[in-house]
């Protein structure tokens, strides 16, 4: 009986011991390294050959996470990730819910269940550094991008990591958006931004209005079919997890001064400041200076990490401790986004 009770205990911890050999095997499968001396962000490749990317990150989701949450990116490059296909595979891989794009704030391309182009936006503008949805009251916690087709010249998406922008902008300006907040105003359905059918992704007014409720957004619909909409947001925001305060809004991405020169004259000449399709204010109503988000803008740019499109890159990113844009490209260019983990901030 003794004989028995040994035995079963020493198969019990061959399985504990088999159990932590596999957990460290999924690390030593890849490698990891850094482009920068910021160590931002972090690179992770194949260390050996035919490895399959979503059975490796089925199996080394913590490993994953722990890093992400270390860096606030992930590079993931030379996996074997040839199609949309394999790229939805490896992020179901590490989050097999992956969340629809709604209150959507630009126009995408759904190609898949939950996988999207990026921003459809003219090849000749760059998108400023943002975080995804950081106008709502809610976001998803990861985003990942993948190059389907690296352009021709240019194309990059730039990141920054929100540890290093919170730091670097001035006090002075964190002091006043603290005490205001911000207000995000959007008019849909003149025919120049997104409607609202598309913006909510539906056709049904009361799911808008229900939305709008919950979110505490003001909403008013206008004659034409049209849908104004009002909602104040604090300018930053903790990680849940992790405790970290960095800068989180879109007031540099919706106010009039973000908009094309030329473009903004024509719309300033053909609507009043009301009537814009977007904009943003402080909290209270008033107007934020152009200066004070051109400021921002190049405090994002000076933090950012720009890495050249290679063919089946993906980028994950922690969409609290790090953000994103677009610069200016030639040529073919697709990159696929998707999104999970939907974070709910409280709403007063």
Not at 101 to 118: D, G, V
Not at 304 to 320: H, Y
Request: net charge neutral.
């Amino acid at each position: 009986m003794s004989n028995d009770h040994d035995r079963s205990l020493d198969f019990n911890r061959f399985k504990s011991l088999k159990r932590k050999v596999i957990t460290l095997s999924q690390q030593s499968l890849v490698k990891t390294s850094y482009l920068n001396p910021e160590n931002f962000p972090l690179v992770i490749e194949p260390a050996v050959d035919k490895l399959g990317p979503a059975t490796w990150a089925a199996g080394a989701r913590e490993f994953i996470e722990t890093e992400l949450r270390k860096h606030g990116g992930i590079l993931f490059r030379n996996f074997a990730l040839h199609s949309a296909s394999d790229f939805e595979k490896f992020v179901r891989a590490m989050c097999p819910s992956l969340l629809e794009y709604n209150e959507r704030a630009a126009p995408r391309i759904q190609i898949a269940q939950n996988i999207y182009t990026s921003t459809e936006y003219p090849s000749e503008h760059s998108i400023p550094i943002h975080h995804e949805m950081s106008y709502s009251h809610n976001w998803p916690m990861k985003i990942w991008f993948y190059c389907d087709v690296p352009a021709q010249e240019g194309g990059a998406t730039p990141i920054a990591s929100d540890r290093v922008v919170f730091n670097r902008i001035d006090p002075k300006i964190k002091e006043t958006f603290l005490r205001k907040n911000v207000m995000y105003t959007r008019n849909y359905g003149h025919g120049i931004d997104l409607t609202w059918q598309d913006a909510f992704q539906t056709s049904e007014k009361s799911d808008v209005e229900a939305y709008c409720r919950a979110a505490n957004m003001q909403s008013e619909w206008m004659p034409g079919d049209r849908l104004r909409t009002r909602q104040v947001r604090p300018p930053i925001q903790k990680h849940p997890q992790t405790g970290e305060t960095v800068w989180f809004n879109h007031a540099h991405m919706f106010h009039i001064s973000n908009v094309e020169p030329k473009l903004r004259e024509s719309l300033l000449a053909e609507l009043t400041e009301e009537f814009l399709p977007r904009n943003a204010y402080y909290g209270d109503g008033t107007q934020i200076e152009a200066s004070v988000l051109d400021e921002i803008r190049q405090t994002y740019n000076h933090a950012a990490v720009t890495i050249p499109w290679c063919k089946g890159d993906v980028i994950m990113l922690d969409n609290v401790l790090a953000s994103h844009g677009r610069q200016p490209f030639v040529g073919p260019r697709k990159i696929l986004v998707a999104l999970a983990e939907l974070h709910t901030s409280a709403v007063t």
